[in-house]
T-cell receptor
């Protein structure tokens, strides 16, 4: 069974600081997704990482994938309040008998002025 | 505007009263799926569909039914809702499949079963 673990689950940080969210998964997969969810809202796709070593950046967010370590990171640079949200990573369940994504529990990020 | 729509957005019902949550997408996507989101558990897949008349179970299908008679619609049916189905439900769609393409999520349906 594929397990996806995010760390930390809660993070409070100050504006201007850097931080990294980690996403570990338990079985082989070459595809990993990052989503953002604002309170009371739906999920918004941030990054799709489709191969080992993939790195994608959008504004102050950068995501990377190491398939050998089964690890993805979401790095926040010089955080601003607008980045406060819950961030989910998700891994495809290829080989698990179902076509779908297994999500981590999410990282609730609060960025304080 | 490309979007996934769900109705209703909020629903309070009682145990045993059949209900349907509709999902529709206007992007001509083949793949559609349903997830439920519960505090501390993240999102879990209920059912998915690779195309018209092709559906399959996800991780938590018990107590749910789906149908895919048209490409754009993928309703979620609760024949006899129970309180443990109180949750936030999301429909999602993509062109090829969950593992090959970015999924687009609907706005969510918050269901309370009393």
């Amino acid at each position: 069974e594929l397990k996806v673990e995010q760390n930390p689950l809660f993070l409070s940080m100050q504006e201007g600081k850097n931080y990294t969210i980690y996403c570990n998964y338990s079985t082989t997969s070459d595809r990993l997704y990052w989503y953002r969810q604002d309170p009371g809202k739906s999920l918004e796709s941030l990054f799709v990482l489709l191969s080992n070593g993939a790195v994608k950046q959008e504004g102050r967010l950068m995501a990377s994938l190491d398939t050998k370590a089964r690890l993805s990171t979401l790095h926040i640079t010089a955080a601003v309040h607008d980045l406060s949200a819950t961030y989910f990573c998700a891994v495809d369940t290829a080989g698990g008998g179902a076509d779908g994504l297994t999500f981590g529990k999410g990282t609730h990020l609060i960025i304080q002025p | 505007e490309a979007q996934v729509t769900q109705n209703p957005r909020y629903l309070i019902t009682v145990t045993g009263k059949k209900l349907t949550v509709t999902c529709s997408q206007n992007m001509n996507h083949e793949y559609m799926s349903w997830y439920r989101q519960d505090p501390g558990l993240g999102l879990r897949q209920i059912y998915y569909s690779m195309n018209v008349e092709v559906t399959d179970k996800g991780d938590v299908p018990e107590g749910y039914k789906v149908s895919r008679k048209e490409k754009r619609n993928f309703p979620l049916i609760l024949e006899s809702p129970s309180p443990n189905q109180t949750s936030l439900y999301f429909c999602a769609s993509s062109f090829e499949g969950a593992s090959t393409d970015t999924q687009y999520f609907g706005p969510g349906t918050r269901l309370t079963v009393l």
